[in-house]
């Protein structure tokens, strides 16, 4: 492996893996150079104030600017000239908090600088770097002592180490990643650079659907990409950093452009949560407050500053972007009309540096990037729905062309089964429940076909890839052909999503249950019966698949090891019932458990496992089943901790940390013999935390406000 790298060091991919290098910046900072030159300088305020982009524009460059919102833009003092131009004070005033000054000391042979404010000096306390994160995606990267300094993750607060004396080495590559994730510091190429390699920060566009309502122009309103690096073991393959609560952009809107501590927590831990689980997911990286920020949500909070990483954060409401279903204007938004360039420009992009589709220069490519979109949506929902994951606001700008779940907000893991369970207490119709997000990943999914349809069905009448102009001189009547011809693809496209998320929900419930052969009929023999009967009797998801880990078919045939076994089942459900209930819950599961047993002995199943099958399929089933699950609970609770004490709050969020990226690890001594008192402070409270928590925490909903 290459030597790891302080921040500012990691190199840029190509100019022509770049987007800001291949799509349509903001026609008012065309280019780098003149971002710097006619915005940072001289109208900084173009970054912060909420605005609609030219039709054409896929991007805005933007710089971060963490600050409390609106900005006490404080006057001149009694010995201070008078102002005679508001809106130059104004520009001023924003500029000399500008992160454009370029740090004096810099890494050596590094195309990138270091630039800093000079009137914008706020405390930046590091919370969390993502080991899995770091591991995975920027594996050469330097966080000197970072670890030293969080301390160690501890649940109880037992055995702190003491931080040791790190090198200055060390300690300078730990303070310029604090510097840069926290949106304090920022890089960019140097002033000389020509504008066709330089590279600086930015934010997209993108419109969507909110709630099934056209909402417009949209966009990264609190999210600025700041860097984008090659993966060290395949340099075709990119990861793009992007902070989130970093300050305004164009597409705020009202918003102040921030995230709180609570929120950002929550992300933080699920993105990695979810990594762990083999479901498609954006990553996070690092967590920092600003805690001497105010934040004003239904309460005053501190800002926080959450890294993210994906290979792109484009979505569906890009597409929308640049063919709504409808224009509109008002105050603060609208929408522009269509840009048909801009579409094609785009879905160039994504074919080739995203989705990497291959397709040969010149061949039709609409169709195949819809089919892809569709494919990789149906696996991710697939994983959801198997894994009792909501995500809750699933708007046509949620949803990710690469398939990955983002922009974690009021998500929650299923605890007692409820299909028709709503995490966001804002959806007050219940449009995002559990039971049916894959429709509502159809319904977005329809919305990437509509947008894409006339340049569809333009290269289907064509036979061939649609060039530049291919819509400048049509007529309204020949645009609205086209979109007919392309929206025809929308009964194929519904099976494919369909399907492929019928064949991975099936892989993943058989992997759950501990089953190799494939058989079609389990879905309506096994997992509907089981689901339904977890619904009835108010299971514990996740506690019940851990537990039918231990299932033996051996059991069926003894009376007293099944009774033992089922009431092992359904202690999680509602307590204080009746020996009529628990008879009726008995009979239940040995009805399903005797159809269990006889699929498992099957010759075709058994002849996929080796002759010690029950142990096998045990070991195999606790690697899918987790014993730790991101309950509502447990996340209250270390943001609790954090928002009480930092240091111990932090050591908290660390090793929950650690148990969500490891989750199927027997924390709390899983199985042991023995009484709970003989165990360890930290095992005692690996145990708690792996539980269901109190019940009035059950089915907890939050709000879309972070």
Not at 204 to 229: C, E
Not at 230 to 240: A, G, R
Not at 681 to 699: H, I
């Amino acid at each position: 492996m290459s030597a790891r790298l302080p921040l500012s060091a990691l190199p840029l991919p190509a100019p022509s893996q770049l987007l800001i290098h291949r799509l349509t910046p903001d026609t008012r900072a065309p280019s780098v150079s003149a971002f710097r030159s006619d915005v940072l300088s001289n109208s900084p305020s173009l970054q912060r104030r909420a605005r609609l982009l030219a039709a054409q524009s896929h991007f805005s460059f933007v710089n971060p600017f963490p600050f409390p919102f609106p900005y006490d833009i404080e006057p001149p003092g009694p010995d201070d000239s008078p102002v005679t131009d508001k809106n130059a004070y104004v520009e001023t005033w924003l500029a000399a908090r500008e992160a454009i000054h370029e740090r004096s000391s810099q890494c050596p042979n590094a195309v990138l600088r270091i630039h800093d404010p000079k009137l914008r000096e706020t405390p930046r306390v590091l919370l969390g770097v993502a080991e899995t994160a770091l591991r995975d995606c920027l594996p050469n990267l330097d966080v000197g002592d970072t670890f030293s300094v969080l301390g160690e993750p501890s649940l109880s607060g037992e055995s702190a180490n003491e931080n040791g004396s790190a090198s200055p080495e060390a300690v300078s590559a730990r303070e310029q990643l604090v510097d840069i994730l926290s949106g304090y510091s920022v890089l960019s190429t140097p002033e000389s650079s020509d504008d066709s390699i330089a590279f600086a920060p930015w934010s997209l566009r993108y419109s969507g659907h909110q709630f099934g309502t056209w909402a417009g122009q949209l966009g990264d309103g609190r999210a600025i990409s700041i860097l984008v690096t090659p993966h060290p073991s395949d340099p075709t393959q990119t990861i793009e950093l992007q902070l989130k609560g970093a300050g305004r952009t164009p597409f705020s809107r009202t918003a102040d452009g921030l995230a709180v501590v609570r929120s950002s927590i929550r992300e933080y831990l699920c993105s990695e949560a979810m990594h762990a689980l083999r479901i498609p997911t954006t990553r996070a990286l690092s967590l920092i407050s600003l805690p001497s920020l105010p934040v004003q949500r239904e309460r005053t909070e501190s800002a926080c500053v959450l890294t993210r990483l994906a290979p792109s954060f484009i979505r569906i409401g890009n597409f929308e972007a640049m063919n709504g279903p409808a224009n509109m204007f008002f105050f603060g938004g609208g929408q522009q009309e269509a840009d048909w360039e801009g579409l094609r420009v785009l879905g160039e992009w994504v074919v080739e540096n995203v989705l990497g589709l291959g397709v040969k220069v010149g061949e039709p490519w609409g169709r195949e990037l819809v089919l892809e979109v569709a494919r990789r949506n149906g696996r991710m929902v697939a994983g959801w729905q198997a894994y009792g994951f909501m995500h809750g606001v699933l708007n046509t700008d949620n949803v990710s062309i690469l398939g990955l779940t983002i922009d974690y907000g009021p998500y929650a893991f299923m605890d007692v089964f409820d299909s028709f369970h709503v995490c966001n207490h804002s959806d007050e119709t219940g449009r995002y429940a559990y039971k049916y997000q894959p429709n509502m990943i159809i319904y977005a999914l329809r919305a990437l076909l509509s947008s894409l349809s006339p340049l569809i069905g333009a290269e289907i009448e064509s036979g061939h890839a649609v060039k530049p102009g291919w819509a400048t001189t049509k007529s309204k009547e020949d645009l609205e052909a086209w979109r007919k011809i392309g929206m025809k693809l929308k009964d194929e496209m519904e099976r494919v999503a369909q399907e492929e998320t019928a064949v991975e929900y099936g892989r993943l419930m058989r992997l759950r249950l501990g089953l190799r052969f494939v058989d079609v009929r389990d879905e309506t023999t096994l997992f509907s019966p089981l689901l339904d009967m977890m619904e009835g009797q108010r299971l514990d998801f996740h506690g019940t698949f851990r537990t039918l880990c231990a299932f033996r078919p051996g059991m069926s045939r003894d009376e007293e090891a099944l009774d033992v076994f089922v009431r092992r089942l359904v202690e999680f459900s509602e307590p204080g019932e009746g020996a009529r209930e628990w008879e009726r819950k008995r009979m239940e599961w040995r009805k399903w458990l005797d159809v269990y047993a006889a699929r498992i002995g099957r010759e075709e199943e058994r002849a996929l496992w080796t002759s010690e099958v029950d142990e096998e399929r045990e070991r195999a089933m606790r690697g899918v089943n987790p014993r730790f699950v991101l309950r509502q609970w447990v996340l209250e609770e270390v943001i609790k901790k954090v928002e009480e004490d930092v240091h111990r709050g932090r050591r908290m969020l660390g090793k929950v940390m650690q148990m969500a990226t490891k989750p199927f690890e027997k924390w709390g001594a899983e199985g042991a013999v023995g009484a709970v008192e003989e165990l360890g402070e930290e095992e005692k409270e690996e145990r708690r935390f792996c539980g269901v928590g109190e019940r009035r925490m059950l089915g907890f909903q939050c709000s879309c406000s972070s």
